[in-house]
């Protein structure tokens, strides 16, 4: 089975903040993409890795690229205006003989690289392998009328990325029309009519996505020196 990641990178990080999008940042001392493009390939370095980017910041990476002597191959292809759209760009982009592929949020360079293989033994085993975690806090709904109450937290799960799939469904799942919903690929997938399965994810696999969570990530990656 071959095998194939889409990193999508091409937001502009506004929640973070700053003059250099959250996806170049230095974490121990190299930007957060290239740790994560890491991850992926040490999970089987045979993996297509296909980076995804705002077309703008294309010169900005290769130099980035070259000034860190980073010389993991990878295809680099031009996002869209949401992260839906640069999904969609990443899958078109995919060498036609690849049968499974993960999407990931570049921003989430703590995930474990046994997660990553799982999600790949899921989506091959049952057309999809979806990372989610437990809740740690308690949970509510909030009402219409400003009141709220408790929800059984053990009925929910967080969702993260890799989100793994057979390449042949995730590709006709995205040839839907956009709509509001679709803040994750397993939205997309399960709109088909088809049921997700869902592995555990690692909790520190965190989205970086404010300030805050950068600092989480310096400490995270100084623990694992
Ligand atoms: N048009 C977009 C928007 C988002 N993403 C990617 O989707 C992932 C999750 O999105 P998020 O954390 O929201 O990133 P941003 O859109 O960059 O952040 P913000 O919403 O704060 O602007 C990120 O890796 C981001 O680069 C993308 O590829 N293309
Ligand atoms: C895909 C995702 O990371 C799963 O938790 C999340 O839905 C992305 O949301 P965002 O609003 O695009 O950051």
């Known amino acids: 089975m071959k095998k194939a990641a889409i990193l999508v990178a091409g937001g502009r990080g506004t929640r973070m903040g700053g003059p250099?999008?959250?996806?170049?940042?230095?974490?121990?001392?190299k930007p957060v993409?290239?740790?994560t493009l890491e991850v992926f390939h040490e999970a089987d370095p045979s993996m297509?890795?296909?980076l995804v980017l705002p077309s703008d910041d294309f010169d900005f990476w290769e130099n980035l690229c070259r000034n860190f002597s980073f010389n993991l191959s990878h295809q680099v292809v031009a996002g869209g205006n949401s992260r839906f759209q640069s999904v969609r760009n990443g899958l078109l982009a995919l060498s036609h003989d690849v049968d499974l592929v993960a999407i990931h949020d570049g921003v989430r360079p703590f995930v474990?690289?046994?997660?990553?293989?799982?999600?790949?033994?899921q989506a091959q085993a049952t057309g999809s392998g979806v990372a989610v975690v437990?809740?740690?806090?308690?949970l509510r709904m909030l009402t219409d009328d400003g009141k709220s109450f408790s929800k059984e937290r053990q009925d929910y799960r967080l969702v993260?990325?890799?989100?793994?799939f057979q390449v042949e469904k995730i590709k006709k799942a995205f040839q839907s029309e956009e709509i509001p919903q679709f803040t994750?690929?397993?939205?997309?997938?399960?709109?088909?009519?088809?049921?997700?399965t869902l592995i555990s994810g690692n909790p520190e696999n965190i989205k970086i996505t404010t300030p805050e969570d950068l600092e989480y990530a310096d400490y995270l990656i100084s623990k694992r020196k």
Not at 20 to 29: A, D, T
Not at 112 to 121: H, L, M, T
Not at 184 to 196: L, R
């Open 20 to 29: 250099v999008s959250k996806q170049y940042l230095p974490i121990g001392g």
């Open 33 to 35: 993409l290239m740790h």
């Open 160 to 164: 993260q990325t890799p989100q793994t």
């Open 134 to 138: 437990s809740l740690k806090d308690s």
């Open 184 to 196: 994750d690929d397993a939205t997309v997938y399960e709109y088909q009519g088809w049921q997700v």
């Open 48 to 50: 297509e890795l296909i």
């Open 112 to 121: 474990k690289k046994e997660v990553i293989q799982e999600s790949f033994a």
